[in-house]
């Protein structure tokens, strides 16, 4: 299998055609060249690491170790996948828990994940990274993760080191798939792990989230609404639309299942894993990349990323929120540097009496406004248009209930149906609407979160940060002090583009001119 993927790249890399002229793109106006300024123009050259080159005390930490990983075909996950390949040289092999899905195997799934282009320095910088990672068959939603005996014993004989990641993110995801994943699917890593012949530690990834029926939220462990295993017996007895129609009171003042079921899980780690050497790692809202491997990665819609994306291909006019409330954003290659430094912290630290808890999150140190955030997207954005834009960049939000309906109807409502008529007319499928549609359910979802401002503590990630040599700091750099908007956003809406939205580059002449009519 890592053959064949080696190979598969090899021959796309063989193959493939040099990047067009961009000189239409760079001029008096466009001074910049997009490449560059995501940074696929800055790769370091392939580096073989002589196995007795000494690396900072992280690296080190990685040295020999087998790593298991699920949620690795996640956004945070392949980050972080990408990451340890890239920085680690003497990791020995990751396994990453895959399910068939779409009809494709394991196999097939594991070579779509290193297909993303977020994968492209590792490629060039660590080109053999190929055969120091594989996938293994299962299931976080089934008994014993749905994995076969064979791989449950190389797992128990081999790993050292466990990130458990995967969840369901849906906020309206029904109750008992919720609570399959992310309950049921933690405790049998639990179990897992307590199996585990050569455990160093365990990382478990939680949510800033997981308490949001508190406005003060700091590290350490809180009493849930309920017991995970009452909740438990009850989906197993309950159907499915019996549960639906109970799930307001279940969860009681938590928003959704999503922080319902994380602050579940967060419970079961505080009552069964206090025999082992594991960690709960809550990131808030996690946006795409700050500085590497590229800037402005990202391949979900979620949060705020969703609200820049139809802004900016003119199909969201407008959005109900308080624009004075500060959001909680954190960039992915932050939060996975963090993750990396408190797990070596956690492994190697001498065993303390409860199980530590990391939040990482940015608005205590460097805090961001709704209001300011979307004008430095603006600012920045405006360069890059995208050639599937439908209008020109009009966006207002507001808090005012009235004023949201009557601009939701003139600027959504009147032009989506009318929009949608004249495709009808011209025999083309309408889809306006049905997007709107789509967009008011995401809004409701998101009601809770629309006029809310939490503060959550950090001292222990402020804390790490103090414990790690200088390479490390390089090489593993979460400094929030250092963050700067904005120059995240010099490039978040270029990353949307191209990496997102998968507009390349050289159609940027032609979206400029549409964008300008």
């Not at 193959?15 to 793109?25: N, Y």
């Not at 800055?42 to 073989?48: A, G, N, Q, T, W």
């Not at 990451?83 to 779409?102: A, D, M, N």
């Not at 009318?418 to 967009?439: C, E, H, V």
Request: hydrophobic share 40%; glycine share 4%.
């Amino acid at each position: 299998m890592a053959l064949d993927l080696h190979r598969k790249y090899i021959e796309k890399k063989q193959d493939s055609a040099p990047l067009a002229p961009i000189k239409d793109i760079i001029n008096s106006k466009y001074y910049l060249d997009p490449l560059e300024l995501l940074g696929e123009r800055s790769f370091d050259e392939p580096r073989e690491v002589n196995e007795s080159e000494i690396g900072s005390p992280v690296q080190e930490f990685f040295r020999d170790a087998v790593v298991f990983l699920t949620g690795g075909t996640g956004f945070m996950g392949k980050v972080l996948v990408e990451k340890l390949l890239r920085t680690c040289p003497h990791i020995k092999h990751i396994y990453l828990l895959i399910r068939s899905k779409k009809g494709k195997n394991v196999d097939e799934r594991l070579e779509d994940i290193f297909e993303d282009r977020l994968f492209k320095r590792l490629k060039h910088e660590v080109p053999k990274y190929y055969h120091k990672v594989s996938g293994v068959a299962g299931d976080c939603s089934l008994p014993g993760l749905g994995l076969s005996v064979s791989s449950r014993n190389t797992l128990i004989n081999e790993v050292n080191i466990i990130f458990h990641g995967a969840a369901t993110v849906r906020f309206d995801e029904h109750i008992r798939v919720a609570m399959n994943i992310n309950v049921s699917g933690t405790r049998e890593l639990i179990s897992l792990a307590r199996n585990i012949t050569n455990l160093k530690v365990m990382a478990h990834i939680s949510t800033a989230f997981s308490n949001c029926n508190r406005m003060h939220v700091d590290e350490k462990f809180y009493d849930p609404i309920a017991d995970y295993n009452d909740v438990l017996k009850l989906v197993s007895s309950t159907d499915d639309e019996t549960l639906h129609s109970m799930t307001s009171k279940i969860i009681g003042d938590l928003p959704n299942t999503y922080s319902f079921t994380k602050s579940l899980a967060e419970d079961a780690i505080r009552r069964e894993a206090q025999d082992l050497p594991i960690l709960v790692f809550r990131p808030t809202v996690v946006v795409g990349t700050y500085r590497e491997p590229v800037r402005g990665w990202i391949d979900n819609v979620y949060g705020p990323t969703g609200i820049i994306v139809g802004a900016g291909t003119g199909v969201l006019h407008t959005y109900y929120l308080d624009a004075n409330i500060v959001t909680d954003i954190i960039p992915v290659d932050i939060v996975v540097n963090a993750l990396i430094c408190a797990t070596h912290r956690t492994a190697t630290s001498r065993k303390c009496d409860e199980i530590p808890i990391y939040t990482c999150s940015s608005s205590i140190q460097k805090p961001i406004r709704w209001k300011e955030f979307m004008e430095l997207n603006k600012r920045h954005g405006m360069y890059w248009p995208t050639i599937r834009a439908i209008w020109y960049y009009s966006f207002w939000i507001t808090k005012n209930p009235f004023l949201f309906a009557m601009l939701n109807f003139f600027c959504h409502t009147v032009p989506g149906y009318t929009l949608d008529t004249l495709a009808r007319f011209s025999g083309q499928k309408p889809i306006l609407m049905n997007i709107y549609k789509k967009i008011d359910k995401v809004r409701d979802i998101l009601a809770y979160f629309a006029d809310k401002e939490w503060t959550f503590i950090n001292d222990r990630i402020l804390a790490l940060w103090d414990t790690l040599d200088s390479q490390d700091k390089e090489l593993f750099n979460f400094d929030i002090h250092q963050l700067s908007w904005d120059y995240f956003c010099q490039a978040h809406c270029l990353g949307l583009r191209v990496y997102l939205v998968k507009d390349d580059i050289h159609t940027l002449p032609a979206a400029r001119k549409k964008w300008e009519k």
